[in-house]
């Protein structure tokens, strides 16, 4: 395998999660009797960079296809952070009717609804035609592509450039990292701003966060890499915020390197420091990974046993990719857990990839009163404890499986 920046060959193996099918290739009861394809799940890293990355098993336009079940609004959470991010960046950059704002990979227009609220015009760009439809039905401006070099241009023919060009939870999806970031030069205006939010590294490694890794996920990114690549392409990060989304993310806001209309802040050469004092920029850090995922499956299966022994119904909520990966390395199938909720009826009635627990509806889950309830989006943990907090009625307990295992 070759590093996605640089082209050099990887050697440096961080984890080996086995092999799984792609975690967000859901299952129709026909599909259930057909072969599924298993894909290898080792990710490494660079000594170079201390990028950390999966190979490109699955490609991403079969990945990302037209029917793509991942609904961002579907996570009231998510809204909630979408909407304080958009009147964050209009109170601090004074975007108006004036300004152009584009987010790449605009799902069913979640964010951009906001953006839209305030009369500032937006653009989606989002590959997949199920979630664009939806945006579009929202009077939100979507175009069905991919991102990178080649649309970057297209955008500046159609003067398309962007004075805020943002995407969340992106930059770890994409393949080819050199071509999403030099197109990301293209289509910012001259004294634009970028920004965009990803899962930390250094969360997912203090936290045992290894459900977070999976074929769609091709990068798994800390600043130190992020900054060497935005360099690369002639992009600086001049600021950079701890977020809690997603169990622990960075968003960082970069402009055209040279440019003096925003001013590098403190807050880029402290984290940098917090990663290079735990030792981020060398290979020790990463060593050992292996070791503290398998004790999070022992102990999970080991809740699992003895539940099963003592005849406990167990069911789960979030028939999300992390959940997946979860399942599908500690070998979990419908003999362990009954079914999974979820509330994105685009999932329900198919089978998760690999376990093939039924994907149900909620009403399922006041039918059958489990005595456990996995909850596998642990980032949205209290989210989903509150609102499903009815199953006390029957003494129902939830379970969390990472960073370690909780019931409460």
Known sequence: MLCRFDGLPLTNEFVDL??????????????????EVYYPLKLFVSE??????????KK??????????YFSSYSTSWLAHSKAYVEMMIKRFEYSGGSQVVEIASNDGYLLQ??????????????????????????????????????????????????????????????DINDFVAG????LKEDGVITMEFPHLLQLV????????YHEHFSYLSLLAVKAIFNHHGLEVFDVQEIPTHGGSLRIFAKHAGSAK?????????????????????????????????????????????????????????????GNTFLNYCGIKTDMIDFVIDANPNKQNKFLPGSHIPIVNEKILKQLKPDYVVIFPWNIKSEISEQLSYIRDWNGKFVIAIPRLQIF
């Open 48 to 57: 170079r960079t201390f990028l950390v990355q999966v190979d490109e098993y």
């Open 262 to 322: 925003h001013a590098v802040v403190s807050s880029v050469e402290d984290l940098l420091n917090k990663e290079i004092a735990v030792g981020m920029n060398t290979l020790q850090y990463y060593q050992g990974f292996q070791q503290k995922v398998n004790e999070v499956k022992n102990q999970f299966l080991g809740f699992l046993l003895q539940a099963k022994k003592e005849k406990k119904k167990i069911a789960a909520y979030g028939a999300a990719a992390k």
């Open 114 to 175: 906001y953006f839209k609220e305030k009369n500032i015009p937006v653009l989606g760009i989002e590959p997949t035609s199920g979630t664009a439809a939806v945006a579009r039905s929202k009077g939100i401006e979507s175009w069905v592509e991919f991102f990178g070099v080649s649309l970057a241009k297209r955008m500046v023919t159609e003067g398309r450039q962007a004075d805020l060009l943002l995407s969340n939870n992106v930059l770890a999806h994409v393949p």
């Open 184 to 187: 990301l030069k293209i289509a």
């Open 18 to 35: 086995g092999f799984s099918p792609a975690s967000n290739s859901y299952l129709t009861q026909a599909q259930l009797n057909e072969p």
């Open 206 to 213: 203090e936290q045992n966060q290894f459900d977070t890794i």
């Open 60 to 69: 991403h336009d079969e990945i990302f296809s037209n029917d793509y079940a």
